[in-house]
């Protein structure tokens, strides 16, 4: 048996780089990148018709757009 180890996340890194699309002002590519990755979300927990989602604090709402579909 494999036991997978999770991967360590740079989160200064992550948080710089999240500083930095909010500050350059383009929302447009913000909105689109935040649209797929509900979307990506959704399928990676496979979410299927007739099942029930609670999105708590749901931001701008994409990934609860994408599970409701």
């Given at each position: 048996?494999?036991?997978?180890?999770?991967?360590?996340i740079d989160?200064?890194?992550?948080?710089?780089r999240?500083?930095?699309?909010?500050?350059?002002?383009?929302?447009?590519v913000?909105g689109?990148?935040?649209?797929?990755?509900g979307?990506?979300?959704?399928?990676?927990v496979?979410?299927?018709?007739?099942?029930?989602?609670?999105?708590?604090?749901?931001?701008?709402?994409?990934?609860t757009?994408?599970?409701?579909?």
């Amino acid at each position: 048996m494999t036991i997978a180890t999770p991967a360590t996340i740079d989160l200064a890194a992550v948080k710089s780089r999240q500083q930095a699309a909010w500050s350059s002002g383009d929302y447009a590519v913000i909105g689109t990148t935040l649209q797929i990755t509900g979307e990506q979300l959704c399928e990676a927990v496979d979410i299927q018709a007739g099942q029930r989602v609670l999105d708590v604090a749901a931001g701008n709402g994409n990934a609860t757009l994408a599970a409701a579909r």
